[in-house]
């Protein structure tokens, strides 16, 4: 049973269109993070943030970016979405004050540029 | 250097035999050290997870794994498999050197054959 939820699971889009991908968490988490994920590769941190008003980019270069206004969301979205962006994005999220705590998964967005 | 290796991308095992899933991390210093298991069209649910103590760690569905520090690794046991168990599954670390963020593996593909 999630706690952590992303919408929309499925997303067959067109090359130019804007996008946003919904991720929203009922844990009261301070710590969200974004994921990509291709397969048989690592999951890849795209974005992170630690709270409201705080986002960061991780350890791949993405042209998406992220808001945090309310804690249990945490949007991504895509200006113009390429092929080169067909991918699964993992939506995450954890407290902050249990250091390394382990991190909650939503059950992914599968998104396909054509 | 790669921080977390994940030997064989896909292991299969027959139903009842040993589930053995490798995984082999770089840092300087103790790392905390994470399973995660990935069902299809899901997202990814913690294992289990070793930080400090004992350095054999049982997890959720008879899984466990013992951190071996001269060894760097943090290999994944399972005695008898259970066809419920062919998933993906992903090792990860997290430690200072990494900005305390969680580096995965690339993943092991587990196939049970009855």
């Known amino acids: 049973e999630a706690d952590i939820y992303q919408t929309p699971r499925y997303l067959v889009i067109g090359t130019g269109k804007k996008i946003t991908l919904e991720c929203s968490q009922t844990?009261?988490?301070?710590?969200m993070y974004w994921y990509q994920q291709d397969p048989g590769m690592e999951l890849h941190l795209i974005h992170y943030?630690?709270?409201?008003?705080?986002?960061e980019k991780g350890d791949l270069s993405s042209e998406s970016t992220v808001s945090r206004i309310r804690t249990e969301h945490f949007p991504l979205t895509l200006e113009s979405a390429r092929p080169s962006h067909t991918s699964q994005y993992l939506c995450?999220?954890?407290?902050?004050?249990?250091?390394?705590?382990?991190?909650?998964f939503g059950n992914g967005t599968r998104l396909t540029v054509t | 250097a790669q921080s977390v290796t994940q030997l064989g991308s896909h292991v299969s095992v027959s139903e009842g035999a040993l589930v053995l899933l490798r995984c082999n991390y770089s840092?300087?210093?103790?790392?905390?050290l994470f399973w995660y298991v990935q069902y299809p069209n899901q997202g990814l649910q913690l294992l289990l997870k070793?930080?400090?103590?004992?350095?054999l760690v049982k997890g959720i569905n008879g899984f466990e794994a013992e951190f071996k520090k001269s060894e760097t690794s943090f290999h994944l046991t399972k005695p008898s498999a259970h066809m419920s168990d062919a998933a993906e599954y992903f090792c990860?670390?997290?430690?200072?050197?990494?900005?305390?963020?969680?580096?995965f593996g690339a993943g092991t593909i587990l196939r049970v054959k009855s």
């Open positions: 990860a670390v997290t430690a200072p050197e990494y900005g305390n963020k969680l580096v």
């Open positions: 995450a999220s954890s407290p902050k004050d249990r250091e390394n705590s382990p991190l909650h």
């Open positions: 844990m009261g988490h301070d710590k």
């Open positions: 070793y930080t400090t103590g004992a350095t």
């Open positions: 840092s300087s210093v103790p790392p905390y």
């Open positions: 943030s630690y709270g409201v008003n705080s986002t």
